[in-house]
């Protein structure tokens, strides 16, 4: 049996919000029970608001779960271990304008834990991954939207994590720009990373995942397998609007 | 965890709570030891003066602005400015206004006639600059030197460097300037020359104190001294004004120019 | 240890490119030249004047900068979703403020200094040597922006507004300074609505005046005999910017995002 790189145990979020000596609570995620296996690429689908960005944020611990357990590569999203070895791209990154890939990429390696000599030598393949070695030394703030996604790529590949979270990686890009980078995420499939993707685009997912989890206000309601998937009629669209309608 | 109804996902339940993101025996801790320490910087440092001659009406706001920011030595700084703005301007004005109704100088009762004549304003100011910024000898010796030596008002004189005193009272410069004044009360040349000879180096002495005492040189027959001092004026000092008089005195002194 | 000096580093090359500063500098370098002209009205006293002058608006526009960074680091990266990058990393928040914070006073140190070596150019150009100790005005200048700094930190992680932040800070730089007068009233003639208020105050609000050192140059300020020494005061700010940054730190670490 595979370890598993991300694992929710029966994890609840409830938002709270004090204004005023007044608290008022409301409900991110209800009992989720997940579980995403070393080497398999996993995709979170839902409506706007079902929890998919609240689950990457418990998984990095930029969220607490009210209660359950969030387990990362076997430990907790607190452990600076485990941190180590995640790559994240949040939806829509955001780059100082006055920034080059080089200088931003060499500023987020250093606080993987990259070393100096290392670091050069890394920052190089990784431009050259995302297709950006030609404008490494460029500032970001003349980058298109595209540009600045890869460079959030570049960001999560830099320190060649086991584990890379991207949530909603092709947001806003060209068809083009969202071939390429499906293009990407295949090679590191191919090099044996574990991925975790959100994503609106249901034919993104088919074409990157091996199994979609359908989330349903808060609720993990039907995880579907690529074989499944296939061999419904509708494809994954259908069996998706099927489960959340 | 407050307690509330939690029915299905997004439901929104409410409760009255105050809880924090920070724990408060943190912020308990954290005020407790900024307590401490402002209670051990209370030892090193005296608890501030005050205004004693409170604000004037028109530099109110910017003396009030510029104390609020921490500079008090710009305030007395402005002060000064304004002060030799008010000397070096023409006789009248409201300050001016306000003094005809004092009475004339008597012995008996001095205080009856601060501000009574010209430039009734220039102790009040002196002292307001005092106020902001007690070490600002500069201000006190100007302001005496010229009610004593200019105008011939030693009281008022003597009543600036009386406060100067109070509040710095380590300024040997004010003790010398008290004598001189006293002397100069009793017309003594020589007096005055011995209190004020040892201060004509110190960096604030007014030039107007080094022009009197090249002066009383000159009236003594200390013709070498006087004209080492003029000659010091005019080299050195920032006042246009002063450095043109040193120049003639230097001329006559020289023989260059008929008295 | 690395984390906090990569932060640092990192935020005070970031400040240095920021337009921000660059206008302040050109800003304080055309206030530095008009004080010239106040300098002249005070005759005699003109280095003086430029002396005070120039020390007061390094501190202003030191105190300036200050606020800004310390209202932005950690809102703005939350706001940009900057502030993930760094935190989905092995980075502990402790180390992300402390980080952020050195990489702010760095710069702000940066501008002050460079303000501060136009300021003596035009001071030895005028024929200012001295005696006032001019690196202890300097000093007292940047561990007042420090501690407030430190206070303004912590004040906009709690409030989430940096304009909330801003205004606090300001008032508490102003009360700082009349530390003095607030202790006076407590002992002479305070009402008894008024003591209570003014008590905490005395204790809460950082000592500014403590710091004012520019206000002591004078050789025969009659403060001078009451100074405690330097090691005092620098102690004074760094405990006090620690207990702030401490309470910064308590807040962040519970904070979700």
């Given at each position: 049996?595979?370890?598993?790189?991300?694992?929710?145990?029966?994890?609840?979020?409830?938002?709270?919000?004090?204004?005023?000596?007044?608290?008022?609570?409301?409900?991110?995620?209800?009992?989720?029970?997940?579980?995403?296996?070393?080497?398999?690429?996993?995709?979170?689908?839902?409506?706007?608001?079902?929890?998919?960005?609240?689950?990457?944020?418990?998984?990095?611990?930029?969220?607490?779960?009210?209660?359950?357990?969030?387990?990362?590569?076997?430990?907790?999203?607190?452990?600076?271990?485990?941190?180590?070895?995640?790559?994240?791209?949040?939806?829509?990154?955001?780059?100082?304008?006055?920034?080059?890939?080089?200088?931003?990429?060499?500023?987020?390696?250093?606080?993987?834990?990259?070393?100096?000599?290392?670091?050069?030598?890394?920052?190089?393949?990784?431009?050259?991954?995302?297709?950006?070695?030609?404008?490494?030394?460029?500032?970001?703030?003349?980058?298109?939207?595209?540009?600045?996604?890869?460079?959030?790529?570049?960001?999560?590949?830099?320190?060649?994590?086991?584990?890379?979270?991207?949530?909603?990686?092709?947001?806003?890009?060209?068809?083009?720009?969202?071939?390429?980078?499906?293009?990407?995420?295949?090679?590191?499939?191919?090099?044996?990373?574990?991925?975790?993707?959100?994503?609106?685009?249901?034919?993104?997912?088919?074409?990157?995942?091996?199994?979609?989890?359908?989330?349903?206000?808060?609720?993990?309601?039907?995880?579907?397998?690529?074989?499944?998937?296939?061999?419904?009629?509708?494809?994954?669209?259908?069996?998706?609007?099927?489960?959340?309608? | 965890?407050?307690?509330?109804?939690?029915?299905?996902?997004g439901e929104r339940a409410t409760a009255f709570s105050l809880r924090?993101?920070?724990?408060?025996?943190?912020?308990?801790?954290?005020?407790?030891?900024?307590?401490?320490?402002?209670?051990?910087?209370?030892?090193?440092?005296?608890?501030?003066?005050?205004?004693?001659?409170?604000?004037?009406?028109?530099?109110?706001?910017?003396?009030?602005?510029?104390?609020?920011?921490?500079?008090?030595?710009?305030?007395?700084?402005?002060?000064?400015?304004?002060?030799?703005?008010?000397?070096?301007?023409?006789?009248?004005?409201?300050?001016?206004?306000?003094?005809?109704?004092?009475?004339?100088?008597?012995?008996?009762?001095?205080?009856?006639?601060?501000?009574?004549?010209?430039?009734?304003?220039?102790?009040?100011?002196?002292?307001?600059?005092?106020?902001?910024?007690?070490?600002?000898?500069?201000?006190?010796?100007?302001?005496?030197?010229?009610?004593?030596?200019?105008?011939?008002?030693?009281?008022?004189?003597?009543?600036?460097?009386?406060?100067?005193?109070?509040?710095?009272?380590?300024?040997?410069?004010?003790?010398?300037?008290?004598?001189?004044?006293?002397?100069?009360?009793?017309?003594?040349?020589?007096?005055?020359?011995?209190?004020?000879?040892?201060?004509?180096?110190?960096?604030?002495?007014?030039?107007?104190?080094?022009?009197?005492?090249?002066?009383?040189?000159?009236?003594?027959?200390?013709?070498?001294?006087?004209?080492?001092?003029?000659?010091?004026?005019?080299?050195?000092?920032?006042?246009?004004?002063?450095?043109?008089?040193?120049?003639?005195?230097?001329?006559?002194?020289?023989?260059?120019?008929?008295? | 240890?690395?984390?906090?000096?990569?932060?640092?580093?990192?935020?005070?090359?970031?400040?240095?490119?920021?337009?921000?500063?660059?206008?302040?500098?050109?800003?304080?370098?055309?206030?530095?030249?008009?004080?010239?002209?106040?300098?002249?009205?005070?005759?005699?006293?003109?280095?003086?004047?430029?002396?005070?002058?120039?020390?007061?608006?390094?501190?202003?526009?030191?105190?300036?900068?200050?606020?800004?960074?310390?209202?932005?680091?950690?809102?703005?990266?939350?706001?940009t979703k900057t502030v993930y990058l760094v935190l989905t990393r092995?980075?502990?928040?402790?180390?992300?403020?402390?980080?952020?914070?050195?990489?702010?006073?760095?710069?702000?140190?940066?501008?002050?200094?460079?303000?501060?070596?136009?300021?003596?150019?035009?001071?030895?150009?005028?024929?200012?040597?001295?005696?006032?100790?001019?690196?202890?005005?300097?000093?007292?200048?940047?561990?007042?922006?420090?501690?407030?700094?430190?206070?303004?930190?912590?004040?906009?992680?709690?409030?989430?507004?940096?304009?909330?932040?801003?205004?606090?800070?300001?008032?508490?730089?102003?009360?700082?300074?009349?530390?003095?007068e607030i202790r006076y009233l407590i002992t002479h003639g305070a009402?008894?609505?008024?003591?209570?208020?003014?008590?905490?105050?005395?204790?809460?609000?950082?000592?500014?005046?403590?710091?004012?050192?520019?206000?002591?140059?004078?050789?025969?300020?009659?403060?001078?005999?009451?100074?405690?020494?330097?090691?005092?005061?620098?102690?004074?700010?760094?405990?006090?910017?620690?207990?702030?940054?401490?309470?910064?730190?308590?807040?962040?670490?519970?904070?979700?995002?």
């Amino acid at each position: 049996m595979k370890a598993l790189a991300l694992e929710f145990r029966s994890v609840t979020k409830t938002y709270s919000r004090s204004h005023l000596g007044r608290t008022t609570l409301s409900r991110g995620i209800v009992d989720l029970g997940w579980e995403v296996p070393e080497g398999e690429s996993c995709g979170l689908l839902g409506l706007n608001g079902s929890g998919k960005t609240t689950t990457f944020k418990l998984a990095l611990g930029l969220l607490r779960p009210t209660s359950g357990e969030v387990r990362i590569l076997g430990r907790s999203p607190a452990d600076a271990v485990a941190l180590a070895e995640v790559g994240f791209l949040p939806e829509l990154p955001y780059f100082y304008p006055f920034l080059t890939p080089r200088e931003a990429l060499r500023f987020y390696g250093r606080l993987s834990g990259l070393h100096e000599d290392a670091l050069a030598d890394r920052i190089a393949r990784t431009l050259d991954l995302v297709g950006l070695s030609e404008h490494g030394s460029r500032r970001m703030g003349e980058f298109s939207k595209g540009m600045v996604q890869r460079v959030g790529l570049a960001q999560a590949v830099l320190h060649d994590p086991r584990l890379i979270v991207l949530d909603e990686p092709v947001s806003g890009l060209d068809p083009l720009a969202i071939k390429e980078f499906r293009e990407l995420l295949g090679e590191l499939r191919g090099r044996g990373k574990t991925l975790v993707v959100s994503s609106h685009s249901i034919s993104e997912l088919e074409k990157v995942c091996d199994r979609v989890g359908i989330l349903k206000e808060g609720r993990l309601v039907r995880s579907i397998a690529h074989q499944e998937w296939e061999a419904a009629s509708e494809g994954l669209e259908g069996l998706f609007v099927e489960t959340v309608r | 965890m407050p307690s509330a109804r939690q029915e299905g996902a997004g439901e929104r339940a409410t409760a009255f709570s105050l809880r924090t993101d920070l724990p408060r025996r943190w912020l308990l801790a954290g005020l407790c030891c900024c307590g401490l320490l402002n209670a051990l910087s209370l030892r090193v440092q005296p608890v501030g003066w005050t205004l004693g001659q409170g604000l004037a009406p028109e530099s109110a706001l910017e003396t009030s602005a510029l104390v609020s920011l921490g500079m008090r030595r710009l305030a007395a700084d402005l002060g000064l400015v304004r002060m030799l703005i008010y000397y070096g301007g023409p006789e009248g004005g409201p300050e001016e206004e306000e003094a005809q109704l004092h009475s004339r100088y008597h012995p008996e009762h001095p205080e009856l006639a601060w501000g009574g004549g010209r430039y009734s304003g220039l102790g009040t100011r002196a002292l307001r600059i005092l106020d902001a910024d007690p070490s600002f000898s500069y201000a006190a010796l100007f302001a005496a030197g010229s009610l004593a030596f200019n105008l011939n008002r030693p009281e008022d004189a003597l009543r600036v460097l009386d406060y100067a005193l109070s509040r710095d009272p380590r300024n040997p410069q004010f003790q010398a300037y008290v004598a001189a004044v006293g002397f100069h009360r009793h017309g003594d040349a020589a007096g005055v020359i011995s209190r004020l000879e040892p201060v004509l180096g110190t960096p604030d002495c007014p030039v107007m104190i080094k022009h009197l005492v090249a002066y009383l040189y000159v009236k003594a027959g200390q013709r070498q001294k006087a004209l080492a001092l003029y000659l010091q004026i005019r080299d050195t000092s920032k006042d246009a004004g002063y450095r043109r008089m040193a120049e003639v005195a230097l001329e006559r002194l020289e023989g260059r120019r008929p008295h | 240890m690395r984390n906090i000096a990569i932060l640092a580093l990192t935020g005070w090359q970031e400040n240095l490119r920021r337009r921000f500063y660059l206008l302040s500098l050109a800003f304080a370098g055309v206030f530095l030249y008009l004080s010239l002209i106040l300098g002249v009205l005070a005759v005699e006293q003109e280095n003086r004047v430029l002396l005070d002058f120039g020390l007061g608006f390094i501190e202003l526009m030191g105190l300036a900068g200050a606020l800004y960074g310390a209202t932005t680091i950690v809102l703005r990266e939350m706001e940009t979703k900057t502030v993930y990058l760094v935190l989905t990393r092995p980075v502990g928040r402790g180390e992300y403020i402390l980080g952020r914070f050195l990489g702010l006073m760095l710069s702000v140190l940066a501008s002050m200094a460079l303000m501060s070596a136009f300021h003596l150019c035009i001071l030895w150009a005028k024929g200012w040597r001295g005696p006032e100790p001019y690196a202890a005005a300097f000093l007292g200048a940047y561990l007042k922006v420090l501690v407030t700094a430190a206070l303004t930190t912590f004040l906009a992680i709690f409030s989430s507004s940096a304009l909330t932040a801003g205004v606090i800070s300001g008032v508490a730089w102003t009360l700082g300074h009349f530390l003095p007068e607030i202790r006076y009233l407590i002992t002479h003639g305070a009402s008894r609505v008024s003591i209570v208020p003014l008590f905490a105050l005395s204790y809460i609000v950082p000592d500014l005046q403590l710091f004012n050192l520019r206000d002591r140059l004078a050789a025969t300020s009659p403060l001078a005999a009451s100074e405690a020494g330097l090691a005092w005061w620098v102690g004074y700010a760094v405990l006090y910017t620690a207990v702030w940054l401490a309470l910064a730190w308590g807040l962040l670490r519970r904070k979700e995002f």
